[in-house]
């Protein structure tokens, strides 16, 4: 047996991206973009279409944090909520608004996709939430009304529909969100990159920004190893890197670790019994699982880093342990990719976009949860940002507030997910 290999997969199969280099002497841009994720990539991009003069600088290469380590499932839904609750919390406006962006976002990267021909194995093929108990299903039925009475094509699978759809009878039923689907994350921020550089944006990678501070003529001053950029305008799209970047955004968000893997890929007859239509699924478990293919039928799954599993033999111990537990068939199978990345989470589940005032506005939207949603907040943000007008936003934007007791909260969710792992 192989070891398996402790890059992300997607670094062995995503087409490379465009040449970059290093950030050297000083330049004077409009809007400056911190981090080559999926958040940054797509603000700069439509800003660059929008005739904004942007840079971006990234610390390592696009995509080599949260985004190049996804399992790259295109999830249009909420984690904790739903469109009703939703309009319940923030009126029916701001509640409308927000869930539409959502609801919408995965058609938008699709069609963010097409639109720049970007070669990313994209599979708009639907995305599932499926559910282990009955209540929770009946649950799921009521959500799916609400989805359908907004125009979504979201609809209930029953039970037997589940089995025939996943390949596995662990499942009471699931939500079908008939827009998502998957892609090669890496492939796609490399892909956007290249788009946003034939637009006219200027992306330096390898170039982390140590300080970050206003200068005497109120502009903002970032500085690198290599040199710094003179913005009247900042965009924090670094995800966990927020936190040292500026001071209101040091207690933001909080860290969950999960690993990723991948199998080798899967004969056609095993492919014929799990997904056999294709499509991909995080459950609604605590204790998360989810699967879909990659275009060569390898099966890519995740599980939250807990306090009882660490390291490399028992992350791929457990691996094995969660894939034959909900498919017994793949019993034996290699694992040919594992890696960590970081999911930083908020404290509300929802993606966030925060102003923090003198030009300077963060992204802060991982969730686990935000291929699509990062692409469309990108979007907007940037028609906000050429329209000087933040309300655009479907995101109600605010003030970040700093969670309580942060040392202690920022180990709660893997004492949630160790908790979780127990009860599985
Ligand atoms: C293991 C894992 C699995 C996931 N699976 C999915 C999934 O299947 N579907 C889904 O929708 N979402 C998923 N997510 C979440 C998704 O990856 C994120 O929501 C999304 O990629 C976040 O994009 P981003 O641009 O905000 O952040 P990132 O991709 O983290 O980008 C931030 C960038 O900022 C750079 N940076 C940091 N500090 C600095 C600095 N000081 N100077 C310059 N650059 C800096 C980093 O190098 C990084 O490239 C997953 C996340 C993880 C960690």
Not at 31 to 46: D, E, K, P, R, Y
Not at 111 to 121: F, N, Q, S, T, W
Not at 307 to 319: D, N, S, T
Not at 365 to 388: F, K, Y
Request: proline share 5%; net charge neutral.
């Amino acid at each position: 047996m192989k070891a398996a290999s402790r890059l992300a997969l997607w670094r062995h199969t995503a087409p490379a991206g465009p040449s970059l280099t290093q950030l050297q002497g000083d330049v004077d841009t409009d809007v400056l973009v911190i981090g080559g994720g999926i958040a940054g990539m797509s603000t700069a991009l439509h800003l660059a279409e929008a005739g904004v003069a942007v840079v971006v600088v990234e610390a390592g290469e696009p995509g080599s944090a949260a985004t190049g380590q996804s399992g790259g499932l295109i999830a249009p839904d909420y984690i904790r909520h739903t469109p009703d609750s939703i309009a319940a919390q923030f009126g029916p406006e701001a509640g409308e608004r927000l869930t539409a962006m959502l609801g919408r976002s995965a058609q938008h990267c699709f069609d963010l996709i097409a639109r720049h021909d970007i070669d990313c194995d994209a599979r708009q093929d639907g995305f599932y939430t499926p559910v282990h108990q009955h209540d929770l299903a009946e649950q799921q039925r009521r959500v799916a009304g609400q989805w359908q009475s907004r125009g979504f094509d979201v609809s209930f699978v029953e039970q037997a529909g589940a089995e025939d759809a996943l390949g596995t009878d662990a499942y009471r039923g699931a939500l079908r969100f008939g827009q998502g689907g998957s892609i090669n994350p890496l492939a796609y921020v490399r892909g956007l990159t290249e788009a946003a550089m034939a637009a006219g944006a200027y992306v330096y990678r390898d170039t982390a920004v140590r300080d970050l501070s206003r200068a005497a003529d109120g502009r903002w001053h970032a500085r690198a190893a290599g040199g710094s950029v003179r913005a009247s305008r900042v965009v924090l799209a670094a995800n966990g890197g927020n936190a040292g970047l500026h001071r209101a955004m040091r207690r933001a968000a909080l860290p969950l670790n999960v690993v990723e893997f991948a199998t080798t890929p899967l004969p056609a007859a095993l492919r014929d019994r799990i997904l056999p239509h294709g499509g991909a699924f995080t459950d609604k478990s605590s204790y998360i699982f989810s699967a879909r293919y990659d275009g060569d039928g390898r099966l890519i799954s995740a599980f939250p880093r807990t306090w009882c599993v660490r390291g490399p033999r028992a992350y791929h111990k457990e691996a094995r342990r969660r894939l034959t537990k909900h498919f017994p068939a793949l019993h034996g199978v290699e694992i040919e990719s594992l890696w960590e990345g970081i999911a930083w989470i908020n404290t509300s589940f929802l993606p966030e976009v925060y102003d923090l005032g003198d030009g300077a506005v963060a992204i802060q939207a991982c969730n686990g949860r935000g291929i699509s949603t990062n692409t469309v907040i990108g979007a907007e943000l940037a028609a906000a940002l050429a329209g000087d007008d933040l309300s655009a936003l479907s995101v109600s934007v605010r003030s970040p507030a700093a969670i309580p007791f942060y040392p202690l909260a920022a180990r709660s969710p893997e004492l949630m997910m160790t908790l979780a792992y127990l009860a599985d």
